[in-house]
């Protein structure tokens, strides 16, 4: 089993900055492939970014291209999510997920079906 675990998450005003980390362990004989996926209040869950193994490549939401970068540790088992110029529209619960593959399939990268391992979520508040 795989376990994720995100924090960072907290209240920040409009334009400020966040970094979130989602921490795994457990038995880890694969390096996955990972991403972040948000659900804001009344929404589905939204693809947000994602990255491969080793970090070489990634994979943004239009709605976040410029202003997020993912990122990963694999020395700490960590993965990041730095964020800036942040939106109100920006809030919701953020998840970590781990996939299947130390790869992404570029066709489906964004799909929940990618990713059999899910974090509790963190909660991200952008007052306006």
């Known amino acids: 089993q795989v376990q994720l675990v995100e924090s960072g998450g907290r209240l920040v005003q409009t334009g400020g900055s966040l970094r979130l980390s989602c921490a795994v362990s457990g038995r880890i004989s694969v390096i996955y492939a990972m991403g972040w996926f948000r659900q804001a209040p009344g929404k589905e869950r939204e693809f947000v970014a994602a990255?491969?193994?080793?970090?070489?490549?990634?994979y943004y939401a239009d709605s976040v291209k410029g202003r997020f970068t993912i990122s990963r540790d694999n020395s700490k088992n960590t993965m990041y999510l730095q964020m800036i110029t942040l939106k109100p529209e920006d809030t919701a619960v953020y998840y970590c997920a781990a996939g299947k593959r130390p790869t992404l399939n570029s066709g489906s990268y964004y799909e929940e079906y990618e990713y059999p391992y899910w974090g509790q979520g963190t909660q991200v508040t952008v007052s306006s």
């Open positions: 990255i491969n193994w080793n970090g070489e490549n990634t």
